[in-house]
DNA sequence: GCCATTTGCGTAAGTACTTACGTAATGGCT
DNA sequence: AGCCATTACGTAAGTACTTACGCAAATGGC
C-alpha cells in the first residue's frame, strides 16, 4: 500500500479520507486488543466512560461536548453500557431534561480492570507517535482549529471572486 | 472545545477518536460544498472517481486495494455511481470474475466540471496544512506505516513480559 | 482431466457516526 | 401566571465503513 496507495499519493486532496481510513485501522486493533483481554468492552465507550471516570457524574449534553460528537451518539453508546450494567443513569433534579451518567460498581470495576491497559496503550502511542511522527499531536491541534474557525467551505469561497475575475478575461 | 475538549487531553490515549472525529468534520465541510456547488456529487465518491479519472478502468479489487477500503465498501459505492450513470460496468474478459469501472461519458463530464473546484480545495488544504501543521501529511504517512508494520496489540503485547516479571516481585 | 484450493466480488448484516423530528422542561418577558 | 423561544435528549432514519457468507471463476498440483 505504501508504494501504491492513491489515497496517500492525492495528499492534500483526499484528507478525509486519510482520517477516516486511520480511524478504521486503529479501531480494528484496539477490538483486537480487547479481544485478546477477554473484555467485552468497546472502542467507541472508551471516551464515554473515562470521562466518567475522571469526572463522575455527567449529563449526556456535557458528554457529547467534550467529546465532539452528538448527542444522539452519546445517546446510543449511553444505552450500551446501561444493558452492559456499566452505567446508571438519572434525571438531574435541577433540570429534568438533563440526563446525568454515572459509573455503576461494575463499571468502575472493569475501568480499574482495564486502566494499566489504557495506559500501556497509551504508553505504545506515545513511543510511536515520539519515534515516528513527531509533532503528529500538535498538528492535528493546530489543523481542527483552523478548520473550525474557518471552514473549507469559506475558504473556497474566499479564493471563488479573484477565480471568476480571471475567468472573464 | 479547545479549552474543553476531553479527546483532546487523552491526547495518545484517544487517537482513533481523533481521527475519526476529524474526518466527520472535513467530510461535513466538504458536503456543504458540494451542495454550494449545486452537484449531486458525494465525497464518499471522490476517491473511486478520481482514481477512474487517472487510470481509465480498474477493477472492484483494484480500487479497494489502491484506496485501502474493503471490495465491500468500493462494491457499494459502485452502485450509487451506476445508478447516477457515473460508471460504466463490465466484466474483464481475461478473468469474468473481475468487474471492471469505467467513467461514463456523464461520468467524465462531471468530473471535468468539478476538477477546479477539486483543485481549489487541494489548493486551500495546502496552504492551511503548511501554515497550521506543517509536517502532517508526513506524519501520518510514517504513523500509517508504523501501526500496519507493527500493530498496537503486537506493541502492547511486547511490553507484556516485561510488566508481568515486574509483578511478580 | 480432475479436483482441492484460491481468488474476485455481490449481498446481507453489523457498527458507529450523523441529521431530523418530536416531546418535555426551562427561563425570560410581560 | 401565562406565553413562547430556547434547550436537552430520546428515537428514527440515513450514511459510510466493516465482517461474514456464498457463489462463480480461476489456478495449480497430481
Chains 1, 2 share one sequence.
Do not use: C
Not at 76 to 91: D, H, S, T
Not at 128 to 136: I, Q
Amino acid at each position: 500500500m505504501a508504494t501504491n496507495d492513491f489515497i496517500r499519493a492525492k495528499a492534500h486532496a483526499a484528507l478525509g479520507t486519510r482520517f477516516r481510513r486511520l480511524s478504521e485501522q486503529l479501531e480494528r486493533q484496539v477490538e483486537a486488543l480487547y479481544a485478546a483481554h477477554k473484555t467485552d468492552f468497546q472502542p467507541r465507550w472508551y471516551p464515554v466512560v473515562t470521562a466518567l471516570v475522571e469526572h463522575g457524574a455527567l449529563s449526556v449534553g456535557e458528554l457529547a461536548a467534550m467529546i465532539g460528537m452528538t448527542h444522539a451518539a452519546i445517546s446510543q453508546i449511553r444505552g450500551e453500557l446501561k444493558r452492559a450494567g456499566m452505567v446508571r443513569v438519572a434525571a438531574d433534579p435541577h433540570d429534568r431534561r438533563r440526563q446525568i451518567l454515572q459509573l455503576s460498581a461494575k463499571g468502575k470495576r472493569e475501568a480499574e480492570r482495564l486502566a494499566p491497559l489504557w495506559a500501556t496503550v497509551a504508553q505504545v502511542s506515545r513511543e510511536l507517535v515520539t519515534r515516528d511522527a513527531p509533532g503528529l499531536l500538535q498538528a492535528l491541534d493546530r489543523f481542527e482549529d483552523a478548520i473550525r474557525t474557518n471552514p473549507i467551505p469559506a475558504r473556497v469561497h474566499a479564493l471563488a471572486p479573484k477565480d471568476k475575475a480571471r475567468r472573464r478575461s
